[in-house]
């Protein structure tokens, strides 16, 4: 189960200024929804690449990763009109493989304040011929028509964790199953009950921040510098197979290549920015001590290939508290703003209604806007406008 978890913040006149802070990914600024296409191109590492320098205020450059294969895509797909899992905001299609055996699911999840949540599976029926493990002309593997839920309840499990910054560590545990039927003549086994059991966990924890820079295709000179997180993670899962409620034999298992209760560590670093729900590269290791990367690779969304935000009034500029609780003010931060001029921030909700208007007035460069205008916004998700002049920036923010 591969975790890959529009507005740019890069540009090298405001490096000095964005090397101060680190982000912080929140709800309101991770753009996951169905729709949405996650766009990767893989690559290998060039000889003495080694793991990225942890810690604060680093400049991160990968602009020397080779790409291999052609890009591609990742896209979240709508919910069904019907079935499915209840509160999912979109879908997936994926392949499930353990040793030998694979069998195709669809994925359902969605977005809250906690993170990026795994909501569980639906499997469709899938016979699979296994003559060629087993000999048998008519030996088979039947995974069973299923909805699978992730955890406990109907609430999840935490895929990718928010609100996300320096210091945040976090762990999630989970377990599932899958039924079907298996028959193996020479094994007696006539369409008997059996049940993959996965367990995983998951640990992601922020190892430092700054700026990454990545290959551009055409471009020789790559991105821009761009503010990131750097998230190191681990995926442990641990795979049993039972038949009618038992361990299954060790001897049926070898030929479909697994051994009972085995268990696989996936690691990795990714880097993370804001306005993106997916990572700007990502590094793969063989060992826990995330040594020498053995794969990578980097994001090529369309928001990547500027090396400047779109006006200098948008440059690194950033609002606080997000989210924001009732009873609190707002504060902008507005490096690239020009003194003197007047300052007007638009707020719309997630239908576009206008739901406040007001101008501001900037100081130092900076702005606020007080506890007693922010009692208007309702619970939920809005779009900032900042318009400077012909200058305008935009930005998501959560109301708690």
Known sequence: MKKHLPFLFSSLLALPALAQTPITLTQANFPAAAGTQEQYRDATAPNGLTSPTTGANQAWDYRTLTATGAPYSLVYLPVPASGGIAGAQWTRARQAVIG???????????????????????????????????????????INAQTVRYGTGTAGIVDFPLPLTVGSRNQTFFRFGVTGTLTVAAASLNRVPFRIVQRYTYVDSVAGWGTVRIPV???????????????????????SVYLNGAPAPAMLLAAFGITQGAASVNYYDAFWRTGSAQPLAELFYDNRQYGTPTFADYS????????????PLAESWHAWPNPLAAGQALQLALPGALPGLPLQLTIQDVLGRTVLTQSLPLTGGAATLSAAATEALQPGLYLLTLRQGAQQATNRLLRE
């Open 100 to 142: 030998s055996l694979a069998y195709n699911y669809t994925a359902y999840l969605s977005l809250a304040a906690t993170g990026r949540l795994g909501l569980g599976r639906t499997v469709i029926r899938q016979p699979r011929s296994i003559q060629a493990f087993t000999g048998g002309a008519n030996d088979s593997v039947v």
């Open 300 to 311: 090529t969304e369309s928001t990547v290939l500027a090396t400047r935000a779109s006006s």
């Open 217 to 239: 295709a055409g471009r020789s000179t790559g991105s821009g510098p761009l503010p990131a997180l750097l998230v190191r993670s681990r995926i442990i899962r641990q795979d």
